[in-house]
């Protein structure tokens, strides 16, 4: 029996790429970024570069920017990371259908959790803007607990908290390594969201694939029936 859903945050429930787009105007004034780049022409490569390099960390993203001079050749990433940092401080959003999704979980009787890795300030105020911290159950930062995804001591964490066993838990999110590979590691039932490369794939094969959020009700009582 299923009992509990738990999620990542971002790119599962926070829509980065929109975010990114929404802070262009912040970048372009902190980096002199040359006017010759339309607002929509820095958001594609960004978010192009989000895509393509964010499970390999924000330096390679940097560097792609670099590269396509949006950013200057002197800028550095010390700066560029503190400025991240600053902007998902004050600009977060969620997807359209996240709150939604969330309410239809709880309608249906499961307990709702989130594990995020991150600091405890930067990642509590992305669900304070999203207003997304009202609905979850329990909350785990790993930079509360000293362990990070997909080590699978954080969420056999979440199970202890939640009181549920590994096996009647499932784990949405979109990293296949940090997220799949860690929650079914731990025992978990996994849903694997398609919103970032969609090319990398971990060692583990998720139970369900989903496009979009709005998918993830139907996704979970398929794993539930399998599962009965």
């Known amino acids: 029996m299923i009992r509990a859903v738990v999620f990542d945050l971002d790119h599962t429930l926070f829509d980065r790429h929109a975010t990114l787009r929404a802070i262009v105007p912040a970048l372009r004034a902190r980096f002199s970024v040359p006017p010759s780049f339309t607002d929509k ?9 989000d895509d393509s390099y964010v499970y390999d960390g924000w330096q390679y993203i940097f560097g792609c920017l670099q590269e396509k001079g949006i950013l200057p050749q002197d800028a550095q990433y010390a700066d560029y990371r503190t400025f991240i940092y600053e902007q998902f401080a004050k ?5 359209d259908d996240t709150l939604p999704m969330l309410e239809t979980l709880k309608a249906r009787g499961y307990k709702i959790a989130l594990i995020t890795n991150g600091n405890h300030a930067l990642q ?15 909350i785990i930062v790993s930079g ?15 199970c202890e908290k939640l009181g549920f066993a590994p096996e009647e838990t499932v784990y949405v999110g ?13 025992g978990m039932k ?9 090319h990398i794939f ?19 009582e398929r794993i539930r029936k399998k599962y009965e």
């Open 91 to 95: 600009t977060a959003v969620r997807f």
């Open 144 to 158: 509360d607990v000293g362990v990070d995804k997909p080590e699978k001591e954080i969420f056999l964490m979440m």
């Open 124 to 138: 509590y105020k992305k669900l304070e803007l999203t207003g997304m911290a009202y609905i979850f159950d329990e």
């Open 174 to 186: 979109d990293n296949p390594i940090a997220d799949i590979d860690g929650a079914a590691g731990a």
């Open 202 to 220: 971990g060692r583990r094969t998720p139970d369900e694939t989903v496009e979009t959020v709005r998918e993830i009700p139907d996704a979970v």
């Open 190 to 198: 996994t849903v694997r969201i398609l919103s970032t490369n969609r």
């Open 41 to 49: 022409e820095i958001g594609d490569a960004w978010t192009y570069a």
